[in-house]
């Protein structure tokens, strides 16, 4: 598929604006591009980016990753966004996941990024080159492999990546016990987030941390307060064991305090609610207790069942499953109908992006940047569910996650996904 002219002016142009791009049949997510098509220049260096990260990730102590905020990215960004810019103006061809030079690019790059972390993050004076033990290396490299180089002496003809198609890397030399301060951030895993839900599922534990990650920067949740606030409030919501779908297994007693409509119809409570005469009738209770409620658009039989509380913020009701499909696009690049099938919200990867797109759609990373304290959890309890009597127990969560500093250096950018821009 090619667009020399449209795209070649719009290369030409600067690329800041949209560039649309007529998509055909969606291909497998297994490419060497993860392109996003309103930043396509952009998306395509953060791949090197990408690489070298977890290039460098792979040698540092298990939980940690190398500090993109900590090194000024500025030149070499620029620099491998001219290097893509010429090529794609040269091809006219915005997407080709096998175009060789590009791939050769990247590459290059990535090992270049890995050396600029060794030397300005971790600050390393020296590394072990290695070769890919392969015939296509070239008889130079082959020379230089399994030695030792320093930094501020390169080889002949540069350190791993500063020549063309030069399969080799360098190796760090380092001790975790020298890493300087400020160098590494913690990953936001699964088993970090255990000690916040300490009976959730690991691999349930494993999924929500890596969509959380993928979107730390995107949903302004990179900060040990805006991640202390948002836990607080997910664990008030879901409880220790994550549970993302709504549990309307309620006391017949205790109907009438949780919802008006049993407070109003003291019989039904009886009828439905559980007893030691007869288990809950849950799907009772939520189409009662949900029925076109406070605007929230359920309309038909059923609705209040069918979109009851799911995901990590519990979204509720007809009108909020519609809300999250509208904006999920936009945030996620990914179009789902969750009117038309709510159950996905009680899965994982989607719970966890209801409760990501809510967040950034209500502004509430601006109140908990008030900091760690009772009015600006108040506050945030206010617009997530008003009604409630948990306002002590959300702060208490809240102050209690903060003080265990859980989230005290967890990385401010996408260790899965870095951006360039993650660094500024």
């Not at 002949?156 to 301060?181: K, S, V, Y």
């Not at 993928?214 to 900060?223: E, Y």
């Amino acid at each position: 598929m090619r667009h020399e002219s449209r795209f070649a002016a719009w290369i030409r142009s600067g690329g800041n604006s949209v560039f649309v791009l007529p998509m055909g049949p969606v291909q497998a997510p297994e490419v060497k591009f993860s392109v996003v098509p309103h930043r396509l220049l952009d998306s395509i260096i953060d791949d090197a980016l990408a690489a070298g990260v977890a290039r460098l990730n792979g040698f540092l102590p298990e939980g940690v990753s190398i500090d993109i905020t900590s090194v000024d990215l500025t030149t070499i960004r620029d620099q491998l966004r001219a290097s893509v810019a010429d090529r794609l103006n040269e091809t006219g061809v915005p997407v080709n996941p096998n175009d060789t030079v590009i791939n050769a690019i990247l590459a290059r790059y990535a090992e270049r990024l890995n050396g600029y972390f060794q030397r300005d993050a971790l600050q390393l004076t020296s590394y072990i080159w290695r070769s890919q033990d392969d015939a296509r290396v070239r008889a130079a490299h082959a020379e230089y492999d399994n030695r030792v180089f320093a930094w501020s002496s390169p080889p002949a003809d540069g350190h791993p990546g500063e020549a063309w198609n030069c399969r080799c890397t360098a190796e760090p030399i380092l001790d975790p016990q020298d890493l300087p301060g400020g160098a590494v951030c913690d990953i936001l895993n699964g088993n970090r987030l255990s000690g916040v839900f300490p009976d959730a599922a690991r691999d349930r534990l494993a999924q929500v941390a890596r969509e959380i990650d993928l979107q730390i920067v995107t949903a302004q949740l990179n900060s040990p307060e805006r991640l202390a606030h948002f836990f607080g409030q997910v664990l008030q919501e879901v409880g220790p064991r994550m549970r993302l779908v709504e549990s309307l297994d309620y006391r017949a007693d205790r109907l009438g305090s949780i919802f008006s409509y049993f407070r109003r119809n003291p019989d039904e409570a009886l009828l439905y609610g559980r007893t030691a005469d007869h288990p809950a009738d849950q799907e009772a209770i939520a189409n009662r207790a949900y029925a076109n409620r406070n605007g929230n658009g359920n309309v038909e039989s059923g609705d209040g069942w069918r979109f009851r509380g799911r995901g990590l913020k519990q979204i509720t009701g007809r009108a909020g499953y519609r809300a999250f499909t509208e904006d999920h696009a936009l945030m996620f690049g990914e179009q789902v109908d969750f009117e038309a099938e709510p159950d996905l919200l009680g899965t994982p990867r989607y719970a966890a992006r209801s409760a990501l797109w809510f967040w950034r759609a209500n502004g509430l990373f601006g109140l908990a940047d008030a900091g760690i304290n009772r009015a600006a959890a108040d506050s945030i309890t206010a617009i997530i569910n008003p009604g409630t009597d948990t306002y002590g127990q959300r702060w208490e969560n809240v102050r209690r996650l903060s003080e265990s500093e859980v989230f005290a250096n967890v990385c401010r950018f996408s260790v899965s996904r870095p951006r360039f821009e993650d660094a500024e």
